[in-house]
């Protein structure tokens, strides 16, 4: 079955980094389009990022296009978010999720159980 | 603001049928299919519907459509492990992003 864990999440001062992970697993990875998509407390689904399966094509919300950087290592199976200049308002929970294509549209298939990045001083 | 506009808040009694709306534009749901992610006490979101076609192990009860830029989620035979929050979502190619509505919580009186 389709297994996706999300790890790296913590607590981290303004202006700080982290990397969030995301082991995949029951599905073929290489070949799999996939997002990031976050919640912050109280609030609804704002998507974050999006990674082609090869690599070959990235989209970032403007929210943190030039600080998030999403990427993949498809030979350990594994998706990233590199997060820089964090600020309070990328708290959220960060959940990442596999694309699905059907009939030439692409939609959120299968959700990880997410990891909690808090930004505070 | 989201980009789709969904009711804040929809209720039903067991069995009644609900439908739950998402609104957008040309740019959006106008152009593309819509998903519905369901997602109870705010854990994991789980995909109730790709368009109008059902994923695998959400019960018939489920039904998705789309009129223009509007996209519909109906639940025929609402039931108590129903409640929760819906989301909608599309890809926005004025924006070059998905985008998701601001949820609607359901709730089974």
């Known amino acids: 079955q389709v297994q996706l864990v999300e790890s790296g999440g913590g607590v981290v001062q303004p202006g700080g980094s982290l990397r969030l992970s995301c082991a995949a697993s029951?599905?073929?990875?290489?070949?799999?389009?996939m997002h990031w998509v976050r919640q912050a407390p109280g609030k609804g689904l704002e998507w974050v990022a999006f990674?082609?399966?090869?690599?070959?094509?990235?989209y970032h919300a403007d929210s943190v296009k030039g600080r998030f950087t999403i990427s993949r290592d498809n030979s350990k199976n594994t998706l990233y978010l590199q997060m820089n200049s964090l600020r309070a308002e990328d708290t959220a929970v960060y959940y990442c999720?596999?694309?699905?294509?059907?009939?030439?549209?692409?939609?959120?298939?299968?959700w990880g159980q997410g990891t909690l990045v808090t930004v505070s001083s | 603001q989201s980009a789709l506009t969904q009711e804040a808040s929809v209720s039903g009694t067991v069995g009644q049928k609900v439908t739950l709306s998402c609104t957008g534009n040309?740019?959006?749901?106008?152009?593309?299919?819509v998903g519905w992610y369901q997602q109870i006490s705010h854990g994991a979101p789980k995909t109730v519907m790709f368009?109008?076609s059902l994923p695998s192990g959400i019960p018939d009860r489920f039904s998705g459509s789309k009129s223009g830029t509007t996209a519909s989620l109906t639940i025929s035979g609402l039931q108590p492990e129903d409640e929760a929050d819906y989301y909608c979502?599309?890809?926005?190619?004025?924006?070059?992003?998905?985008?998701f509505g601001g949820g609607t919580k359901l709730t089974v009186l």
């Open positions: 999720a596999k694309a699905m294509n059907r009939d030439g549209y692409s939609y959120f298939d299968y």
């Open positions: 040309s740019n959006n749901i106008g152009s593309y299919a």
């Open positions: 979502s599309t890809w926005d190619y004025s924006l070059s992003a998905w985008v």
């Open positions: 029951g599905f073929t990875f290489t070949r799999n389009d």
């Open positions: 368009g109008n």
């Open positions: 990674i082609r399966h090869d690599g070959s094509n990235k």
